[in-house]
């Protein structure tokens, strides 16, 4: 018998839907359970008492913290429609990227959390446009998504880069991923947002943009 | 074919020393290649243009970065003996969260802690002391991390035991005092061969230290 999947997840995390998105690429049925990140739930506590933090994965009442490790267990429990290359020099590189977005990640909220009459940071757009540069030129190449033909992991770790890159233009002003000078990268967010599971699981943007804006006040 | 394995390194990284003891472990036979990360060799530059750092294995020509992802490669290719991650799906993702959790808290207190004075290393002492904590209590009774034998986290963190002089000189504490399941822990990690026949002398890495901090103007 299949023991029952939960995820504690929420609605304006790009964490959260990195797990969405596994889980529904692969077929597997879950409990979703909303938290209130202002007002966290005895449950999450007691299944992150380290981080404190979402997503957070419960099989069969043991609990997985970590988008990464989440991911790593997803594809290491059910198999099917692989994320993950079979050969381990292309696993390597793998998560090599993977682990590049999540570091530089933080460089880009430096972008977002600054005050809104505050110009934006030269030095962080500098570092957001050579990160993109690097990410089409060294990881994506002409491939049409990071996995090659299917989406993997890879570009599941990046998914957030669609909203939060279009958020850094309507909030910022700052616009990084022009498809005169990084065409690649351009077409890929183009082509992902187009993948009927991502489609389905991606919070409305103009909501989210909303939530962005309230919570830097 | 016999496999070529290089490794670029750097004799304190605690970083450098989880790929050291992995290669061990395995018995595997390998090129050990020391950088100078003031002048670093054109094989690096090549071979990790992104990031340009140590630990960086080649394997047959092609280049692994990111010592815990060079860790599970090492696992991976060579399996036929001396499991460094466990079979379970379940545990494997607890070994590698608490891989994470070193990786991004340990490192960086401890740097704070010898770089830093007055009120910013008080500061770094205390988040110390709690992240050192926190990983006492995750051991708990366990003779390892791992449970029975010897795992992913005892590798990812084992190594930071040769900076442990280091922390207790600059932060003015004793490691033993605060940390007397840890310390244990190490005591019996080191009398395992490619941990002890790896990890530098606690006082070379203090030396270091004074080196790097006369280099960089921290006194």
Known sequence: MEEKVKLLGCWTSGYSYRVIWALKLKGVEYDYIEEDLRNKSDMLLQFNPVHKKIPVLVHGGKPIAESLVILEYIEETWPESPLLPKDSYERALARFWIKFGDDKGRTLSVLFFQAPEEKPDENAIKEVVEFLKILEEKALGDKKYFGGNNIGLVDIAYGWLCHWLRALEDMRGVKVLEPSTLPRLHAWVENFEQIPVIQENLPDYTKWLAHLKSRRN | ?219
């Not at chain 2, 799906?89 to 891989?99: E, G, L, M, S, T």
């Not at chain 2, 003015?172 to 990890?199: G, H």
């Open chain 2, 1 to 219: 074919m016999a496999d070529e394995v290089v490794l670029l390194d750097f004799w304190p990284s605690m970083f450098g020393m989880r790929v050291r003891i992995a290669l061990a472990e395995k018995g595997i036979k390998y090129q050990y290649k020391e950088e100078d990360l003031r002048h670093k060799s054109e094989l690096l530059l090549k071979m990790n243009p992104v990031h340009k750092q140590i630990p960086l294995l080649i394997h047959n020509g092609k280049p692994v970065c990111e010592s815990l992802i060079i860790v599970q490669y090492i696992d991976e290719v060579w399996n036929h003996k001396s499991p460094l991650l466990p079979s379970d799906p379940y545990q494997r993702a607890h070994a590698r969260f608490w891989a994470d959790f070193v990786d991004r808290k340990v490192y960086g207190v401890g740097r704070k802690l010898w770089a830093t004075k007055g009120e910013e290393q008080e500061a770094a002492k205390k988040e110390f002391l709690e992240i050192y904590k926190t990983l006492e209590s995750e051991l708990g009774e366990k003779p390892y991390f791992g449970g029975e034998t010897f795992g992913f986290v005892d590798l990812s963190f084992v190594t930071f035991y040769s900076w442990f002089y280091v922390y207790e000189n600059f932060g003015k504490f004793s490691m033993e005092a605060e940390f007397p399941q840890i310390v244990a822990w190490v005591k019996r990690c080191m009398q395992k061969e490619s941990i002890a026949n790896t990890l530098p002398d606690q006082k070379k890495i203090y030396e270091f230290v004074l080196e790097l901090k006369k280099i960089f103007g921290l006194e």
